[in-house]
Nanobody, 113 residues
């Protein structure tokens, strides 16, 4: 099974931007749909958005218009561009495939005021 490793998190001020990456250990070309999730402190993991193999995307309402998911099949990498970050975006961010596979370590995003 393809293993996924998230990176790119960090500390950013409110209003700032970050780009997260999700590197796969193998080809993602055959993976139809890939998702981003996040888990804020004390909360359940929530779905952020997905991208299909055709580049169709969908997002949860709270990030729509601010976050953009993309994928580079040649690099076996999924991306999450996050703009206009708010304190509520602070969380550990995870990527996964469908059907859901093993969860990686995630990458921490902390937004400060």
């Amino acid at each position: 099974q393809v293993q996924l490793v998230e990176s790119g998190g960090g500390l950013v001020q409110a209003g700032g931007s970050l780009r997260l990456s999700c590197a796969a250990s193998g080809s993602i070309s055959s993976i139809s749909t890939m998702d981003w999730y996040r888990q804020a402190p004390g909360k359940q993991r929530e779905w952020v958005g997905f991208i299909t193999s055709l580049g169709v995307t969908s997002y949860t309402g709270s990030v729509k218009g601010r976050f953009t998911i993309s994928r580079d099949n040649a690099k076996n990498t999924l991306y999450l561009q996050m703009n206009s970050l708010t304190l509520e975006d602070t969380a550990v961010y995870y990527c996964n495939r469908r059907p859901t596979g093993n969860w990686g370590q995630g990458t921490q995003v902390t937004v400060s005021s």
